[in-house]
Structures are given as structure tokens and as C-alpha cells.
């Protein structure tokens, strides 16, 4: 009879109607991303950075958001990948003014968020009245 061994740093799991269930409690990002991204009551613009999609109340939280979170010197990847953007290579100094006028002005976030909405219901027919 052969025995595998476990390391010591496994993950404790239990059975539960046939289904293994994970014990290890969920990291704190995934659960903080997933709550963001619901839409709470007075939350009219999004961040619309490559597969972001987060809920703000207003242009500037964005903006601070995106300055902060795409932008940040550990984490600029080089360019704007914001949707609908051309990514041309831009130092960070430059793509935060550019972030700033072409993205997180009130009408580019409402326009943006627009064109958003028309890409993922293109293919639905409007409701008849």
C-alpha cells in the first residue's frame, strides 16, 4: 500500500454532500473587487480601464482611482488601456494629464459609459411601447 504524503501547507478541505469545500477564507482583494463592482445608488460613473469596471460617485474619484491604481509608478504598464483608447506608449507624468483630459472628465465618463452599454446590447432589439 503506497501512502501519499501532504505538505504541511495544505489547505484543510471537507466533504460535504460529495463536494469538496475549500476552508481557506477568501483574500480580502477578491472579496473588496467583487463587492465594487456592483453598482451602489449614486454611483454613475466607471472606471472603463481594460476589465476594470468599478463604481464611482463622481469624475474625480475615478480619475484618483485610475491615477492611482493603473497609473501608480509600480503598476503603469507603459500605455493607456483604457477601452477605446489608442495604446501609444506615454511616460506616467503624461498619460495622468492625458487620463485626466481624455478620460475622467464628466462627459468622457458618461459618453464612455454609453458606448459601453451600446457594445453590450447591440445585438438585442429595443423594447416595443
Not at 497609473?71 to 493607456?80: A, E, L, N, R, T
Not at 506615454?90 to 459618453?111: E, P, V, Y
Amino acid at each position: 500500500l503506497f501512502l501519499q504524503s501532504t505538505p504541511a501547507t495544505s489547505i484543510p478541505t471537507v466533504q460535504v454532500q460529495g463536494q469538496q469545500i475549500n476552508l481557506q477564507p477568501p483574500s480580502y482583494t477578491a472579496a473588496s473587487q467583487h463587492a465594487e463592482q456592483m453598482k451602489k445608488p449614486g454611483q454613475n460613473f466607471m472606471c472603463l480601464w481594460q476589465s476594470c469596471k468599478k463604481w464611482f460617485q463622481t469624475p474625480s474619484q475615478v480619475f484618483y482611482h485610475a491615477a492611482t491604481e493603473h497609473g501608480g509608478k509600480d503598476v503603469y504598464p507603459g500605455q493607456c488601456l483604457w477601452e477605446g483608447c489608442e495604446p501609444f506608449q506615454r511616460q506616467r507624468f503624461s498619460f495622468i494629464t492625458h487620463l485626466q483630459d481624455k478620460h475622467c472628465s464628466r462627459d468622457a465618463l458618461l459618453a464612455g459609459l454609453k458606448q459601453d452599454e451600446h457594445g453590450q446590447a447591440g445585438n438585442q432589439k429595443p423594447p416595443n411601447k
